[in-house]
């Protein structure tokens, strides 16, 4: 993710999309700890394999935890949500086409398939904000260990 910094008052900033901060497990009044490895910010859970493979188990925990259903109903208001906003990326046609035409094996084979398509689309989840804030919180933590 790519992140413009910002005037915000007399300082400077970025501003992190909420979609993010949901998947992240963060809300106002939260902290963040950045980190500086040789002149760059450290990337965790440090590579792209290892941030998709962070992503697929959220992915894991959302299809064990809701039904194909509630997976469906929370993520086109998620996207349906985030156009009104102004937000989108071009992977939010991709999903909602799945989640409005697609059988529940394919949307179960997007979200934890390990294709390029599936790969690429977890980067781009309609579907954050359907774990409890404690269980990203978790596998959060896993994936900083």
């Known amino acids: ?3 413009r910094i910002r005037r915000v008052g007399n300082s400077l900033g970025v501003l992190i999309p909420k979609p ?3 998947e992240w ?3 106002e009044g939260d902290t963040v700890d950045l980190e500086r490895r040789a002149g760059r910010r450290a990337r965790r859970p440090g590579s792209h394999a290892a941030l998709d493979e962070h992503k697929r ?4 925990a959302v299809a064990s935890a809701c039904t194909a259903q509630q997976i469906r109903a929370h993520g ?3 996207l349906y949500r985030w156009k009104k906003n102004g937000v989108s990326v071009s992977a939010y046609e991709e999903w909602q086409a799945i989640l409005e035409r697609a059988s529940d094996g394919e949307l179960f084979a997007t979200m934890l398939g ?3 398509r599936s790969i690429r689309l977890r980067q781009s989840p309609p579907y954050v904000g359907l774990l409890p804030r404690a269980e990203i919180e978790r596998l959060n933590e896993e994936a900083s260990a």
């Open 1 to 3: 993710m790519k992140l």
């Open 20 to 22: 993010t901060l949901d």
């Open 25 to 27: 497990g963060l809300g």
């Open 57 to 60: 188990r959220i992915a894991v």
């Open 76 to 78: 086109l208001a998620n």
């Open 114 to 116: 390990q294709d390029e």
